[in-house]
């Protein structure tokens, strides 16, 4: 579970609330919209777009994490640099992606 996130419907009405939890929305084949809404006027903002290859990089992550909480020093130097380049990976994935639906 997330922990809340603070917004405020900066591009129409000005309320503010907390982001709970985001909604997600299969588009065209593997692609996803993950985003959430203004519970006062319900606009939309999108926070990313992924496809299977990007959900399999974040589940990757997710898993690296697991493994430097056990880490030696050694071991957490190579985990670190592991884990850089798959947010590099991840963010030119997910901007591939958003070309892929014309936004």
């Known amino acids: ?22 909604k997600k929305d299969k588009l065209q084949h593997t692609i996803e919209k993950t985003y959430f809404t203004c519970p006062n006027c319900g606009r939309e903002y999108i926070c990313f777009y992924t496809d299977d290859y990007t ?4 589940s ?11 880490a030696s020093s050694d071991e957490l130097e190579r985990l670190k640099q ?7 990976e991840i963010i030119h994935s997910m901007s591939e992606v958003r070309k892929l639906i014309k936004v």
């Not at 997330?2 to 939890?21: D, L, R, T, W």
């Not at 592991?82 to 590099?88: A, D, G, H, I, V």
């Open 1 to 22: 579970m997330m922990e809340p996130i603070y917004a405020k419907c900066n591009k129409s009405c000005g309320h503010k609330f907390y982001v709970q939890h985001f």
């Open 60 to 70: 990757r992550i997710r898993e690296l994490f697991r493994q430097m909480k056990w």
């Open 55 to 58: 959900r399999n990089l974040q």
């Open 82 to 88: 592991e884990e850089s380049n798959l947010k590099e």
